[in-house]
């Protein structure tokens, strides 16, 4: 049974550690840590089987575990996956956006080869990162568009710099178009899926990102379109927002739950 360490205990990971903890996850949680202590003992007082809290992640990267799950932040990437990779422990990353700045994204890779371990990035919100991967070679045009409830837009970096309140916001308004780079620079907490998409497809540069506020919609909904030499196809998935954070969809807990679940455990491999 592989031992996991948790990095980030709001509600990505306190949902995947009571995912563990009730045995839907064929895995023990044994160590966590979160920038602040607070999270972590409120985490730890929700479990069952009590893992350890670590003072620094440091010590979470040289704790006894075999994969260390990365619920925290884009900086926590930055700052820590190198670490992680060198104290011979695999990877899993939720905030994928932090692999869009290609130094880390190197860094990263490099990691991988020199420590012979392994980086896992879960699907999150959308769907059809098959298909994408799959027909790579043959992209032409890939845009996914995003339309979100603006609370669930609040905070983003996007209105540092701009004259928009996402508290005023009163009709349906583009806030942003651009590259997949851009989009999370100024939205690091909220699209992540970008990301996502442009690792599997074309890249950051090429893939075309729409963010749309919705003050009427209880869905955060993204809307995938890809078109090339093997044809066509369009996604359009509606995710309820977590209860806990309206920034994360439902959809991706759910996918990062999976994910463990399928590293974790020796069933058959169904999809690429």
């Known amino acids: 049974m592989k031992r996991i360490g948790l990095l980030g205990c709001g509600a990505i990971g306190t949902e995947i550690a009571i995912a563990i903890d009730t045995g839907k996850i064929p895995a023990k949680l044994t160590h966590v840590f979160d920038f602040s202590k607070d999270s972590s003992e409120l985490l730890v007082s929700k479990l069952k089987n009590k893992p350890v809290i670590t003072e620094n992640v440091g010590l979470l990267a040289a704790s006894p575990v075999d994969l260390i799950v990365e619920a925290a932040s ?72 995003t339309t979100k409830h603006p609370k669930s837009l609040k905070g983003a970096k996007f209105f540092e710099t701009s004259k928009i309140n996402p508290d005023e916001i009163s009709r349906i308004m583009v806030l942003f178009e651009g590259t997949a780079q851009e989009a999370v620079k100024l939205f690091p907490a909220n699209i ?81």
Do not use: W
């Open 74 to 145: 884009q900086d926590a990437v930055r700052d820590n996956a190198l670490s992680v990779l060198q104290n011979r422990k695999d990877l899993m990353i939720m905030s994928v956006g932090a692999l869009l700045d290609e130094s880390i994204f190197d860094i990263i890779i490099e990691g991988c080869k020199d420590f012979n371990k392994h980086v896992y990035l879960p699907t999150g919100a959308i769907a059809g990162l098959d298909a994408v991967r799959a027909v790579k070679d043959e992209l032409d045009f890939l845009v996914l568009v």
């Open 192 to 272: 992540n899926v970008a990301a996502l998409l442009s690792l599997a497809g074309l890249g950051s540069t090429k893939t075309r990102v729409k963010i749309v506020a919705d003050p009427n919609t209880d869905k955060n909904t993204h809307e995938i379109e890809a078109q090339g030499k093997f044809g066509k196809f369009s996604i359009k998935v509606e995710n309820v927002p977590s209860l806990t954070n309206p920034k994360t969809s439902r959809l991706a807990i759910l996918s990062a739950i999976e994910c463990l679940r399928k590293i974790c455990g020796g069933e058959i491999q169904i999809g690429t």
